[in-house]
């Protein structure tokens, strides 16, 4: 009874909960059994560990802050057949992230270009990699309040730290010029030091409707595309189909 008690205690102490909760059932288990004491051991520190990779998991996962959680194996690649299927799979890999590499997905409204960059976020969340997702305006406004309140150096300490940044709907929104610097002046800090993946709905000739500035815009893309994978996506919007079909089925 003491001896219970004080291995709850220290197991507490260590913040070992699994094996808190699990030590006594499987040593009854491993002595039912004939199994060796470095058995059960084992068996132990693995359900520990896996507890922890869970765990981890899941707070990668809410710092990234997707706004819903999409994967791979849920985007229908018949929607769009000019698609690079495999290219996508072996990104979905992540090894484009140990690269630092950058993915910009060009395409039309409502062809999954968000959800095929939230399953390369999620993937490497996976892998073990810290990601965050922005919209592109939600990242430029960020980027200029911090400006204004004297915390961009904070902020731009916490970008850094993560290995795969995601900029959805570039191009949905110009930016001031303000802005605009601001975006660029992130984007370079980047550049070999930490991957980009981008969606956007204007060829890169439209670019400079963006950034107002066509020397800024150029000197931009040569940043982007210099180690990039560049995937287009054109067809009929997979919302506006999902739509059809549902109505046809009334």
Partial sequence: MVSDILLRSHLKRLRLPVIAQNYSRL????AANNQSFEDYL????????????ENAQKLRLARARFPVIKMLDTFDFSSIPSL????VIELCRGIFVDRRENVIFIGSYGTGKTHLATALG????????RVRFYTAAGLVNELLEAHAQLRISRLESALS?????ILD????VPFSKEGAEALFTFCSSRYERGSLVITTNLDFARWKEIFGDEALTGALLDRLTHRCHIIEMNGDSYRFKE???RKEKK
């Fill in 122 to 129: 999620e993937a490497a969340c996976r892998e073990g990699k």
């Fill in 169 to 172: 709907e570039l191009g949905f």
């Fill in 243 to 245: 739509s059809l079909r």
């Fill in 42 to 53: 084992l068996a132990l520190l693995e359900g520990e560990v896996l507890q922890r990779d």
């Fill in 161 to 165: 730290k993560c290995d795969l940044i």
């Fill in 84 to 87: 690079n299927k495999a290219l």
């Fill in 27 to 30: 040593s009854k288990e491993a």
